[in-house]
């Protein structure tokens, strides 16, 4: 059932997908967020990747670099991030330990949660990231982690963006200055180190991410594959489409089995002490039949990210003032979605790709079953 949708990538300062840009996938531009909390710039790069923008590169430089290469990693999330004062002043930041990344749901996804969950968990936690915490069985699931041991790259200043190695590339470390705060808290040199030495709250105490300075961030593993949605882990593999998402909830809670027509993935960088958030990246799976040949959504596509939204804001993480209403909403939304697709066509087109993805599909999962 895997290559009966195609996979869409969007960035935002929040979870409204209204306040989202189109992520051009594998393209070495990155995407820009700023608020009032903090400025970002974002590169997305998914190996083999088939998904829209149409026409968009399979694969980027970025692959071919050391240790991805090597790792045969599969997909990475660089980051940008000058985290600022909001109230305008010098000084102060954020604690080591209270600035996060990772994944989070709207609604329950308990009962659609397989046999072996907590085993697979186990795995991540103990070969992936000893500091994630979550709750998957919780009403809104969520799966987090300091970003001080969860990124595997971290470099304390402007790092370097080159477009022929696919963007933002960064190499744990820092610039002069940046090197000189690591050091100045005792934080190792070496990335593995460096994750290892801040599962401590002493160091997570420690550190501060300084408001007014960049810090340069990447988050990669082989273990995500997109392509197939597969989590594959050592001993252990997850077909996670049929766990990618719950089913829309009725009115009393129980789940309605209407199929849905989109499945969302979340990551987010967010501040753990005042819920603030610093960027949203959305993985969104949409049905074929619901996408246009240029890449634009359908009505049906459309519908089913105004649900998502609307689910978003009822559990709170989106305020209920926020946008407009009615019809006026809806215009106003699928013209900026319109607008996001045909300025990443016009830039794929200036590169120069040709291949149509229009029939590319990801390998379709062993079993149709494994998909609701």
Same mark, same amino acid.
């Given at each position: 059932m895997a290559d009966k949708y195609v996979i869409r990538v969007t960035a935002g300062p929040d979870y409204d997908i209204d306040n989202h840009t189109v992520v051009p996938v594998n393209a070495p531009e990155t995407v820009k967020v700023s608020t009032a909390h903090g400025d970002v710039e974002l590169n997305v790069r998914i190996q083999d990747y088939a998904g829209l923008p149409r026409n968009s590169p399979s694969t980027s430089p970025y692959f071919s670099l050391e240790p991805h290469k090597t790792s045969n990693d599969r997909y990475s999330i660089a980051i940008r991030f000058t985290p600022k004062n909001p109230d305008g002043g010098d000084g102060g930041g &954020? !604690?080591?330990? #209270?600035?996060?990344?990772?994944?989070?749901?709207?609604?329950? &996804? %308990?009962?659609k949660l397989p046999p072996g969950f907590s085993y697979a968990m186990n795995i991540v936690k103990w070969w992936i990231d000893p500091g994630l915490d979550g709750d998957a069985y919780a009403d809104e699931p969520y799966l987090y982690g300091p970003g001080l041991s969860s990124f595997n790259a971290l470099h304390v200043g402007q790092g370097e963006h080159d477009p022929a190695k696919g963007g933002l590339v960064v190499e744990e470390g820092g610039d002069e200055a940046g090197l000189e705060a690591r050091r100045a808290v005792?934080?190792? #040199? /070496?990335?593995?180190e460096r994750m290892k030495w801040a599962l401590k709250q002493d160091a997570k105490s420690r550190w501060v991410y300084e408001h007014g300075r960049t810090y340069c961030f990447d988050f990669f593993n082989p273990y995500l594959d997109?392509? #197939?949605?597969?989590? %594959?882990?050592p001993g252990f593999t997850l077909p996670i489409m049929k766990y990618w998402d719950g089913q829309p909830l009725s009115s009393d809670g129980k789940p309605t089995h209407k199929p849905k027509r989109s499945h969302t993935l979340r990551y987010v960088l967010r501040n753990r002490s005042t819920a603030d958030t610093y960027l949203v990246v959305l $993985? /969104?799976?949409?049905? =074929? +039949?619901?996408?246009?040949?240029?890449? !634009?959504?359908? #009505?049906?596509?459309? =519908?089913? /990210? =105004?649900?998502? =939204? +609307?689910?978003a804001r009822e559990s709170g993480k989106i305020s209920s003032s926020s946008g407009a209403s009615g019809q006026e909403e809806e215009k106003g939304n699928n013209s900026k979605h319109e607008e996001d697709y045909e +300025?990443? %066509?016009?830039? $794929?087109?200036?590169?120069?790709? !040709?291949?149509?993805?229009?029939?590319?599909?990801a390998p379709a999962a062993e079993n149709d079953d494994d998909v609701d």
């Open positions: &954020i !604690s080591g330990g #209270d600035l996060q990344f990772g994944n989070d749901f709207d609604h329950p &996804i %308990r009962d005792g934080a190792p #040199d /070496t990335a593995k997109f392509n #197939d949605f597969a989590l %594959r882990l $993985f /969104t799976l949409y049905l =074929k +039949e619901d996408v246009n040949e240029d890449g !634009s959504l359908k #009505d049906a596509a459309l =519908k089913a /990210t =105004k649900e998502d =939204k +609307e689910m +300025e990443a %066509r016009k830039h $794929f087109e200036k590169l120069g790709v !040709s291949k149509s993805h229009d029939d590319a599909a």
